[in-house]
């Protein structure tokens, strides 16, 4: 269930922000500076919510799904995951996020390894 909410979340995130303009070119300029002023404001958010709640599984997953989504930030997703991994060995929702990062990157072989145990911890994860 909650990786369906993440998904959501980028899903919903995506179609906002992805949409075709007939607008002249000024228009559109504004659009990507107001994009990447929400986009900025999210990172602060995500960060800030590790600080307040460093001990939080979840927050550093939140974090590392927004770096992974966010124009391909895979070390600092890759960081993120591996600090929720540290919180609880096996929170298997962090192993998948891990898992798809480490493809992305085309690391197949550690991609494969997280997956497996993404699956071992929650054998709903296919």
Avoid at 45 to 56: S, T
Avoid at 68 to 78: H, K, N, R, S
Avoid at 92 to 107: D, E, F, V
Wanted: contains cysteine; aromatic residues 16%; glycine residues 4%.
């Amino acid at each position: 269930m909650k990786i369906l909410l993440s998904l959501s979340f980028f899903l919903i995130f995506s179609l906002l922000f992805s949409g075709c303009s007939t607008h002249d070119r000024g228009d559109e300029n504004s659009k990507i500076s107001s994009f990447a002023i929400r986009v900025n404001e999210s990172q602060k958010y995500y960060d800030a919510l590790v600080v307040r709640e460093p001990g939080n599984k979840e927050a550093w997953l939140y974090k590392g799904l927004y770096y992974l989504d966010t124009f391909g930030q895979y070390e600092e997703a890759i960081s993120s995951f591996n600090v929720a991994l540290e919180l609880d060995p096996e929170y298997a929702l962090a192993w998948y996020a891990k898992g798809i990062t480490l493809s992305n990157m085309n690391r197949m072989n550690e991609s494969e390894i997280c997956l497996q145990k993404a699956r071992y911890y929650d054998p709903s994860l296919t």
